[in-house]
């Protein structure tokens, strides 16, 4: 078997491949490519039964090319310091795409949170944020966490409770960290942003006619069918968002196993399932496999990995039928089976454009901490004013009489949550052309992957060059 490339080494492999298409000097595309830092802590902390444990944590700050630096906090065993280096530098490249205005950062605690009450969660992501306080590696204009694997609102809560404790006095306190309450300075739209900026930019991939006959398939989601690995925040999104789009679901796995109907799973029933039963496992009317794995390769048209890293490798590669993988994980596919797949055909649509919804809508969460003002708050009424106005006038022009009902509907103002997914929605259509462009114009030699790297090369390297540091 061959020997597995470390995380951060492939995610560099892929910007090689990219950087070969630009004629940017060596010293500059190492300055990018490059971890500008590592922060590796221990800290111990008290179980509840009295006994103490040592807790390894990192934070990765890969670019400081824009600043704050922005990336979620992850929970898992399998963290370690390539994992958060890697996925910091995908949060770069990510940012860069979609035109959000960070650099890259990321962070994880090595624990399973399974094995954890959850006073002792909120231990560890004090004790966690303490540290991050101390070495200066958190602030609204330094390094903004968010949620990730593992993590959530929550979490995100005690962030800012214990930054805000630390620093009572900040006015800009409140955007040290994104992905939290509502009821903590949490936008509207962001639990869903991530996946449902996965159902956006699959809706827009598809849209395509010419793309899809080239993959025997007819445009539109409508019809598709669609296996999503991972049933958490994202992938649950995801896969709602799909089906309410047309597409049909086939196959959904957490975790402990995989559920299959070729004739269509309702998500919201599997998800009162889980809630009731601890599990989507024994689902009825479904078929149980006891393999998360097994989701990847069922024959569908649209396979979704919403987990973790290193999924699709040299291993399944051989045995995945899907016409299109779209990255709602980090790093799902490596570079091996990215390569094999291409070969046959199959479009993978990356990781970072594909799951920038989340971090785009951070973004907004962000800029409304800072303001200290929810979106819509000003403009809402005033638009209703003059569509009212509007509407009068053509009433008075035409005699037509609109109906109260239509009337309200078509006056409405915009609240923060539409503001929210009319700014992601633009985003994920507009990267998505950018990229297709970019693909379109060098063919064959480059692949959406490439051509997203490609394009982020170009917008980071501006802020070196626009600078004057680099030619
Ligand atoms: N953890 C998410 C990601 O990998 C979100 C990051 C953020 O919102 O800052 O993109």
Same mark, same amino acid.
């Given at each position: 078997m061959a020997r597995a490339?470390?995380?951060?080494? !492939?995610?560099? /492999?892929?910007?090689?491949k990219a950087a070969s298409f630009t004629d940017y000097s060596f010293g500059l595309l190492q300055q990018i490519k490059i971890c500008n830092g590592v922060y590796h802590m221990t800290f111990p902390i008290k179980r509840d039964d009295g006994s103490i444990e040592t807790i390894h944590a990192w934070r990765a700050e890969h670019s400081h090319h824009k600043l704050p630096t922005k990336g979620g906090i992850r929970y898992s065993t399998l963290v370690n310091e390539d994992e958060v280096m890697a996925l910091a530098a995908l949060m770069t490249y990510k940012c860069a795409v979609v035109d959000v205005p960070f650099?890259?950062?990321?962070?994880?605690? !090595?624990i399973d949170t399974k094995e954890y009450s959850?006073?002792?969660? $909120?231990?560890?992501?004090?004790? *966690?944020?303490?540290?991050?306080?101390?070495?200066?590696?958190?602030?609204?204009?330094?390094?903004? +966490?968010?949620p990730d694997f593992g993590t959530g609102e929550r979490e995100m809560a005690w962030?800012?409770?214990?930054?805000?404790?630390?620093?009572? $006095?900040?006015?800009?306190?409140?955007?040290c960290v994104t992905g939290k309450p509502i009821s903590q300075g949490g936008v509207?739209?962001?639990?869903?942003?991530?996946?449902?900026?996965?159902? =956006?930019?699959?809706? $827009?991939?598809?849209?395509?006619?010419?793309d899809m006959e080239q993959l025997g398939l007819t445009p539109g989601l409508e019809g598709k069918s669609v296996a999503v690995q991972g049933f958490g925040n994202v992938g649950y999104h995801t896969a709602k968002f799909l089906q309410e789009g047309g597409a049909i679901i086939v196959g959904l796995a957490e975790y402990a196993g995989t559920i299959y109907n070729p004739r269509g799973l309702d998500v919201n029933q599997v998800a009162e399932y889980r809630e009731e039963n601890g599990s989507i496992l024994n689902f009825p009317d479904a078929t149980t496999y006891e393999d998360p794995s097994r989701v990847l390769e069922f024959a569908c048209d649209i396979l979704v990995p919403a987990a973790l890293e290193n999924q699709i490798t040299g291993e399944n590669m051989h045995r995945i039928q899907a016409r299109i993988i779209g990255e709602a994980a980090n790093g799902p596919i490596t570079s091996e089976a990215s390569d094999f797949l291409k070969k046959k055909g199959v479009m993978i649509i990356p990781d970072i454009y594909l799951n920038a919804g989340g971090v785009t809508v951070s973004y907004f969460e962000w800029l409304k901490n800072l303001s200290h003002v929810r979106f819509g708050r000003m403009g809402k009424r005033f638009e209703e004013s003059v569509?009212?106005?509007? =509407? *009068?006038?053509?009433?008075?022009?035409?005699?037509?009489?609109? +109906?109260? $009902?239509?009337?309200?509907?078509?006056? !409405?103002? +915009?609240?923060?949550?539409?503001?929210v997914n009319s700014g992601?929605?633009?985003?994920?259509?507009?990267?998505?052309?950018?990229?297709?462009?970019? /693909?379109?114009?060098?063919?064959?030699?480059?692949? =959406?992957?490439?051509?997203?790297?490609?394009?982020?090369?170009?917008?980071?390297t501006r802020s070196y060059t626009e600078l004057g540091i680099f030619p």
């Open positions: 490339i470390p995380f951060f080494e !492939q995610v560099n /492999q892929n910007f090689d650099g890259g950062a990321k962070g994880g605690v !090595q959850v006073n002792e969660l $909120e231990h560890i992501t004090r004790r *966690y944020t303490y540290e991050l306080i101390n070495k200066n590696f958190i602030g609204p204009g330094i390094d903004v +966490p968010a962030i800012f409770d214990t930054y805000t404790a630390m620093a009572p $006095e900040k006015l800009e306190a409140l955007a509207h739209g962001r639990r869903e942003a991530t996946g449902r900026g996965v159902y =956006l930019g699959l809706r $827009e991939a598809c849209r395509f006619a010419e569509h009212r106005s509007l =509407l *009068y006038t053509i009433e008075r022009a035409t005699g037509r009489k609109f +109906p109260e $009902e239509e009337m309200k509907r078509i006056v !409405q103002g +915009p609240g923060e949550e539409d503001l992601l929605e633009d985003t994920m259509i507009v990267a998505y052309n950018e990229i297709r462009d970019t /693909q379109k114009r060098w063919g064959e030699a480059v692949d =959406l992957r490439t051509a997203a790297f490609i394009n982020a090369i170009h917008k980071i």
